[in-house]
């Protein structure tokens, strides 16, 4: 049996993808849950992007950077300076208004419908509100997006349940979300958006409801999560948490985008 401690789970799985990786940089078959991205260029580029909602002016203006595989990023700035905006954007469920945006080598306008559910695979997202669905449990929400795409249970069971583990919610995952505290519900929500091994994690003000403890306790998991070789993308206002890391920070000012490294 595997061991719930993130050290000797992902030192095993360090080894088993390495041995299975495909040309592709992607697992092989009945690899377990995460993925060593091998890729060189950036997951995602934004060249002078500019958005405006309807008619209204532009909420985001110019643009530019990239988010280099591997990286490490906050995304800061007053609240409504663009930020959730701009995480739109990077899972695609906004297209610009204007300029270049590229995501995995590929020009956005070029994303067809059909290629669009693929790509997104690749960008796991934490939504705010959580989007948890509350007649499934726990381990139910978080296997959702293999069983809509009808894998058989028993390919993935074990790689949930280690995943559930690992964001500490091994003795819950049987239980309804609305039994779940806001820590366990966004831990919950980070698991669902990692069990697909995303190249780039995409979480939105993911320590908006939760004490400063457990605040550290996710960046904890989302520093693990970049040092075993994904992207992510926080978006936040909280200080004291970008204040423990020394990652870069992109602030949104006036929809301005300032990149300090
Ligand atoms: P933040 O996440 O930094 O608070 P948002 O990206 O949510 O900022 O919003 C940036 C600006 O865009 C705000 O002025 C907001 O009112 C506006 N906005 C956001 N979503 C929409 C929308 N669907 N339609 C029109 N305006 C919007």
Same mark, same amino acid.
């Given at each position: 049996?595997?061991? $719930? ?5 992902? !030192? ?14 992607? *697992? ?8 060593? +991205?091998? =890729? ?8 002078? &992007? ?16 990239? &988010? ?12 409504? !300076?663009? =930020? ?21 080598? =590929?020009?956005? !306008? ?15 997202? &934490?939504?705010?509100?959580? *989007? ?12 959702? +997006? ?38 366990? =519900?966004?831990?919950? $929500? ?12 995409? $979480? ?8 400063? +403890? ?32 020394? $990652?870069? *920070? ?12």
């Amino acid at each position: 049996m595997v061991k $719930a401690s993130l050290g000797s789970v992902f !030192a095993e799985r360090i080894l088993y993808v390495s041995l299975t990786m495909t040309d592709q940089g992607r *697992r092989g078959p009945g690899c377990a849950w995460f993925v060593i +991205p091998v =890729k060189v260029g950036a997951v995602i580029q934004f060249e002078n &992007v500019g958005l405006r909602y309807g008619m209204g002016t532009e909420v985001l203006r110019d643009v530019s950077f990239q &988010v280099p595989p591997r990286s490490f990023q906050f995304l800061t700035g007053p609240s409504g !300076a663009g =930020k959730t905006t701009l995480l739109r954007l990077l899972f695609m469920s906004l297209k610009p208004t204007r300029g270049l945006i590229s995501v995995f080598g =590929k020009d956005r !306008a070029r994303i067809s419908p059909r290629e669009l559910p693929l790509m997104r695979r690749r960008i796991g997202v &934490v939504f705010q509100d959580f *989007r948890l669905l509350d007649h499934l449990t726990t381990y139910e929400n978080v296997a959702l +997006p293999l069983r809509v795409r009808g894998r058989d249970e028993a390919s993935y069971r074990q790689d949930v349940i280690e995943l559930l583990k690992w964001v500490g919610l091994g003795e819950r995952m049987h239980v309804l979300p609305p039994v779940l505290s806001g820590g366990e =519900k966004q831990r919950a $929500a980070i698991a669902r958006a990692l069990i697909e091994q995303p190249d780039v994690l995409l $979480a939105d003000e993911p320590t908006g409801n939760v004490d400063p +403890p457990l605040a550290r306790r996710l960046l904890r998991l989302f520093m693990e999560l970049n040092r075993l070789g994904t992207a992510v993308v926080i978006a936040t206002h909280d200080l004291t948490l970008m204040d423990q890391v020394d $990652a870069r *920070r992109m602030v949104l000012t006036g929809g301005r985008l300032d990149i300090y490294d």
